[in-house]
Each structure stands twice: as structure tokens, then as C-alpha cells.
């Protein structure tokens, strides 16, 4: 880090509350890039980075600490720039590498739809289990007049990287943005995300899924901005957590006065497999006006017992029970991803996890 104090937030403001940020200590890592490769985006690369085109004021400490290296180390931002009626089939993948020890790294991706067009991104965050270092990525997407932007992170960080992320979306009349994080890896892994809603008839999707064991901990702020009319967003998050691990998500729904005839909708669902294990789930209503069709729902609890029952009654061993009644409460949102390469890994990934958190298959 640069020699300037740095004043970090604290676990007693509302929207760091839970949150495990007392833990860490900048002092102990210096700045530095990761190794980032991008697949299919040499069309649509932009040389000239450009930012601010969704991310209009720095949030908090580490997007001012994003904004200010990103000025000074403009090779850290990946630019794509789909043209106006244009529509990329092939999903387009940037991988980020941590690569070292002691780094603190603050990648960007901004994605800028011109009208009528369309396009998948995914982002990859990697690290091996060895490796100690802090990633702060921001992400930033403009989706012009009808432009049909579809982004999904996938974190498969080591556990024992730390992940502080932010994304902004902003939506014009009649484009449709789709937001997609799958969290399995990482120590203490945040993603505050604030999707804005600005012209008549856009839309939004917000999709997580999370799984957290042994002493991780997922965190997500979530934030549903409705400033023009007839505008709809929709946000599923489900997530799990076994031994002694945790997860936080706080999100808010803020329908301004000017967005009459708008639809927004907010669910989390969170499993909690051990005793030891913590979800703290927050939804929120802000709403400014009348005809508007609103809700939001969370649960917290362990798995379902009519549902164990009905498998072990047809002769399923306990375990396996377990096992594929987390697979289906998960199956609802890996069936909302758009379909690439990389789904069925997913799906793997996420029963490699079960198994590895000490749930056995059992032998027919």
C-alpha cells in the first residue's frame, strides 16, 4: 500500500455490521496487478480505459483505492465496448490470477452495451490455498436503449485470499442487465452490488450462489435502485454454510417517487448444515410511491426435514439424502445461469464441496 493512512470502515457501521473487516490490515500488503487473461474479447477490448460510466462516486474506501490505481495503472482495467446491434453468441471470459503472496490487487472490468446489443461475460477470480493476498475488484456496466447484458463472477479463490468487491449497473429504457455471482472460495469473500434503473422499462436480475465451510465467511450488500417507471428487478440469493462458517446479506429495495408502475422482488434462502454455523439475512423496502408491486422474503434454518424423510423412506442413506437435497435448494439458481462451458464444472464444483465438507456418498 502507499505510505498515505488509510482509514478503514468499521463493523459498527450499518452496512460493514457482521462483517469481518476488524480482521484485516493493510500495512501487511503491497500493491501490486494480477495475471489477467481475456478469451474471445479482442474485438471488443477498448485500448483507451475507460471508467465512471456506471460507478459515479466511490462508495466506500477500497472503490476510492480501485478509482485512485486504476488512474495510475490504467493496463488493470479491461474495457469492452459491444456495438450497438451487435450480438456475441460466445460468451466472452476475463480470469484473473493471484499469483503471489502479500498482494493487494484492484482489477476493474467495464462493460459499455450500445443499443441493441448483446453479450455474456464471465470473471474469474483464481488462487491457490497457499496464497495470502487481498483482491478489491470493481465492476462497472452501462446497458444502453434495449442492450441485453448478461455478467457472471465466479470466485474460486484459495481460502486464503480475501475478496472485496463492488458492482454497479445502470440500465436505459428497455435494456435488460443480468448480475451473477457464484462464491465458493475465498476466506472472507464481499460483493456489494448496486444496480440503477434510470429510463422506463429497463430491467435487472441479481442471481448468488454461495457455499461456505470451514471458517469462511460470504458477504453481499445488495441494492435495487428504481428511478424511472415501469421498471422490474429480480433478486435470488441462496447460499450454505456448514461447520463454523458464516454468511451476511443485507439488501434494499428503494423505489424513488418518480417510478410509478415498477415491479421489484428480493429473495434469500440460506441452509445452515452444522450448529456452528451463522447466516444473517436483511431485506429492506424503501418506497417512495404508489402503484408498485413489491416483496421480499429470507429464510435461515436447516435442511428440510419432510424432505430428508422422503429419501431416506425410499431407502437413501442419510448422507446421500443430504447431499441431494442441498444440490436441489442450490439446482434453482445454477438453472437460472446462461448457458456456457463452465455450468456443468459449476455443478461439480459445488458437490466436490459437499463432499469435502465431510458428506459421504453412500453405496446402493
Not at 338 to 352: I, K, N, Q, Y
Amino acid at each position: 500500500m502507499s505510505t498515505t493512512p488509510v482509514s478503514l470502515p468499521s463493523a459498527e457501521e450499518e452496512i460493514w455490521r457482521y462483517s469481518r473487516i476488524a480482521e484485516l490490515d493493510l500495512g501487511a500488503y503491497s500493491t501490486g496487478s494480477l495475471r489477467t487473461e481475456t478469451i474471445g474479447a479482442d474485438a471488443l477490448r477498448v485500448t483507451d480505459a475507460i471508467t465512471g460510466i456506471a460507478l459515479t462516486t466511490d462508495v466506500d474506501v477500497f472503490a476510492r483505492l480501485n478509482s485512485e490505481h486504476v488512474a495510475s495503472h490504467p493496463q488493470d482495467v479491461v474495457c469492452l465496448h459491444i456495438p450497438s446491434g451487435k450480438v456475441f453468441e460466445t460468451p466472452i471470459e476475463v480470469v484473473h490470477t493471484v499469483h503471489e503472496s502479500g498482494l493487494i490487487a484492484f482489477p476493474r472490468l467495464v462493460i459499455d452495451a450500445g443499443q441493441d446489443s448483446e453479450a455474456t461475460v464471465i470473471e474469474r477470480f483464481i488462487s491457490a490455498d497457499g496464497i495470502t493476498s487481498v483482491v478489491c475488484p470493481v465492476l462497472e456496466v452501462r446497458a444502453a436503449q434495449s442492450a441485453r447484458i448478461t455478467y457472471v463472477a465466479i470466485n474460486q479463490l484459495g481460502l486464503n485470499t480475501w475478496k472485496i468487491a463492488h458492482q454497479q449497473s445502470v440500465g436505459y429504457r428497455d435494456s435488460n442487465t443480468r448480475l451473477f455471482t457464484v462464491a465458493l472460495g475465498g476466506d472472507y469473500a464481499r460483493v456489494r452490488t448496486e444496480a440503477r434503473l434510470v429510463e422506463q422499462g429497463a430491467s435487472t436480475q441479481q442471481v448468488a450462489l454461495y457455499f461456505a465451510g470451514g471458517s469462511q465467511m460470504h458477504d453481499f450488500r445488495t441494492l435495487q435502485v428504481h428511478a424511472a417507471p415501469k421498471t422490474s428487478s429480480d433478486l435470488l440469493f441462496k447460499g450454505a454454510v456448514r461447520d463454523v462458517a458464516r454468511s451476511v446479506y443485507t439488501g434494499l429495495i428503494h423505489i424513488k417517487e418518480n417510478a410509478r408502475g415498477s415491479q421489484a422482488y428480493q429473495t434469500n434462502r440460506n441452509l445452515t448444515l452444522s450448529e456452528g454455523a451463522w447466516a444473517e439475512s436483511v431485506p429492506n423496502l424503501e418506497i417512495e410511491t404508489n402503484d408498485v408491486k413489491c416483496s421480499h422474503a429470507s429464510t435461515v434454518g436447516p435442511i428440510d426435514e419432510d424432505q430428508r424423510f422422503y429419501l431416506e423412506s425410499r431407502g437413501v442413506p442419510p448422507s446421500v439424502a443430504e447431499r441431494l437435497v442441498v444440490m436441489g435448494f442450490f439446482n434453482e439458481v445454477i438453472d437460472r445461469l446462461p448457458s456456457f462451458t463452465g455450468v456443468d464444472a459449476l455443478r461439480a464444483e459445488v458437490a466436490r464441496k459437499l463432499l469435502a465438507e465431510h458428506i459421504e456418498i453412500g453405496h446402493s
